[in-house]
């Protein structure tokens, strides 16, 4: 499981690879070179982002001829998206912030 | 949010060497709450709509929309919290202690791996990604 989740992460550190995905998301599926037309990196950089996103299983393939179709699959976001760890992280954080402020105020 | 299958729940605790009164302004004064959590224009009002700003990210606006649901001075402050298409409500809990207060906080609503909003909301997964930017960049 932590190895899925770290291949999430490190698929998604990459602004080019992150809008590749974001883009599938939000208009289906795409043939390659849809992609590399949008993504402004030549075909084999983008065919190398979209095996990354792959092995994270972000995104999935079918052949159809000579063209490979590619569409998201955000499910696999699950393992990362855990709303308790990200909010948890963000609230022990304004804890820390809201003590501060006390030993500041009067009493 | 009363369907415990699809939600779940966040509590943080913590134990403060301050009496509740003094909490109890820094959770509903504007100013004060500004110093700790978010600027905004909370009133302890029951009904009032407000909202917490944080600074724009990506696809998101920065905007969490509010709204004060319960106010029980010195003792409980909750308030809904709307943010990347997502309710969720946030539960003040004050309890005085020999030293102090204990301090509770309970952010109720979110999805579960099972809830709907794991599986259409495209434009959530979006708007999400640049929330979680930016929390995690938050955490330096």
Redesign the interface.
């Known amino acids: 499981m932590q190895a899925v989740t770290d291949n999430v992460f490190r698929a998604?550190a990459d602004p080019t690879r992150?809008a590749i995905f974001?883009h599938l998301?939000?208009d289906g599926e795409q043939t390659v070179h849809a992609l590399t037309d949008r993504a402004g990196v030549s075909q084999p950089a983008v065919s190398k982002h979209l095996g990354v996103l792959k092995r994270a299983r972000l995104v999935r393939c079918r052949h159809a001829g000579r063209e490979t179709h590619y569409s998201?699959h955000?499910?696999a976001?699950?393992p990362l998206?855990d709303?308790?760890s990200?909010?948890?992280?963000?609230?022990?954080?304004?804890?820390d912030?809201?003590?501060?402020?006390?030993k500041r105020?009067d009493? | 949010m009363t369907d415990t299958a699809t939600t779940?729940t966040?509590v943080?605790e913590?134990e403060?060497p301050?009496?509740p009164e003094?909490?109890w302004?820094?959770l509903i004064e504007g100013p004060?709450i500004a110093?700790?959590?978010m600027t905004n224009d909370f009133r302890p009002v029951v009904g009032h709509r407000f909202s917490f700003r944080a600074t724009p990210v990506g696809n998101w606006n920065g905007v969490i929309e509010s709204e004060v649901l319960v106010v029980e001075p010195h003792a409980r402050l909750v308030y809904s919290w709307g943010a990347l298409g997502?309710e969720s409500a946030v539960t003040w809990t004050l309890t005085p202690t020999e030293g102090g207060t204990h301090?509770r906080?309970e952010?109720s609503g979110?999805?579960s791996?099972e809830g709907a909003n794991?599986?259409g909301a495209?434009?959530g997964?979006?708007k999400?990604?640049g929330n979680?930017e930016r929390?995690?960049g938050?955490?330096d």
Do not use: C, T
């Open positions: 998604l992150r974001e998301s939000r998201a955000p499910q976001l699950a998206v709303w308790m990200v909010y948890g992280a963000f609230w022990r954080d304004r804890f912030q809201l003590e501060n402020l006390l105020m009493p | 779940r966040l943080i913590r403060m301050h009496p003094k909490i302004r820094a004060l110093e700790w959590l997502l301090v906080m952010q979110f999805p791996e794991y599986k495209k434009y997964w979006q999400f990604m979680m929390v995690v938050g955490l």
